[in-house]
């Protein structure tokens, strides 16, 4: 088998639509996957990981939120796919919209996605690195938001807008750190993206314009592999027509 066929790739919020797209991608393009997601989630996560097969994926939920949860998760990754993720989507997170910051006292909105968006990234960069380091092999692409570079399509959730800023500008931070080490960290800006939970939020959206879900899908694959291997730091938009 090739390199590529061997590699493991881990994905965080692997339930969610992009995630469990990406899952399909990634192992219809030969790598094993770790899929990783909340407890919450963990009838979904295990359906897919189902679906996708025992030798080929394996499915893990946890709150995430502490070195030991990911330790714990990482070592019953190797023990059932045989090895250390060698590259990593981080597709977790979350959206919270709401009135401009002048109209509300709403301290919980802005922890809320402090919490889920910076947090979560930095706690899986951190888990996931030292091991691609020592291997001097690694990609990791984070999820972002068209936000970061217009924020005034944001309006309403500056809280949000500002955490997916976070995220980008950490993983670019630490891509320069581990560049020399053999691993590549990018981001993804996407707009809209065309999901069953957003067409029911805006019904009267023209969906057309809106990014599928294969096609941002199609993006991260792309920087995970071995064909992207010039490319780190990047923030990559992904806008459809919006």
């Known amino acids: 088998m090739s390199k590529e066929t061997l590699r493991i790739a881990a994905i965080t919020g692997a339930a969610g639509a992009l995630g469990s797209a990406l899952a399909r991608t990634l192992v ?78 709403d301290e919980a909105s802005y922890q809320r996605m402090i919490t889920m968006n910076v947090d979560s990234a930095y706690r899986a960069l951190r888990a996931l690195l030292p091991a691609m380091v020592a291997a001097q092999d690694g990609s990791i692409v984070v999820i972002g938001s068209r936000a970061v570079e217009r924020p005034w399509t944001a309006t309403g959730s500056a809280a949000y807008a500002a955490s997916k800023a976070a995220v980008v500008t950490i993983a670019q931070t630490i891509a320069q750190e581990v560049l020399e080490r053999g691993v590549r960290i990018n981001a993804i800006l996407p707009s809209t993206m065309d999901t069953p939970a957003n067409r029911a939020d805006m019904p009267d959206a023209d969906h057309s314009k809106w990014v599928s879900l294969s096609s941002a899908a199609g993006v991260i694959a792309f920087l995970l592999s071995d064909e992207a291997r010039d490319v780190s730091g990047a923030a990559i938009p992904v806008y459809g027509r919006a």
């Open 28 to 105: 219809d393009r030969g790598y094993k996957v770790a899929l990783f997601d909340t407890e919450h989630a963990k009838e979904r996560l295990a359906a897919l990981a189902s679906s996708l097969g025992a030798d080929k994926a394996f499915a893990f939920a946890s709150d995430f939120a502490s070195d030991v949860a990911w330790s714990t998760a990482l070592d019953a990754t190797k023990a059932a796919l045989g090895g250390s993720p060698t590259h990593a989507a981080l597709v977790a997170g979350g959206w919270a919209g709401g009135p401009a910051v002048h109209d509300t006292k």
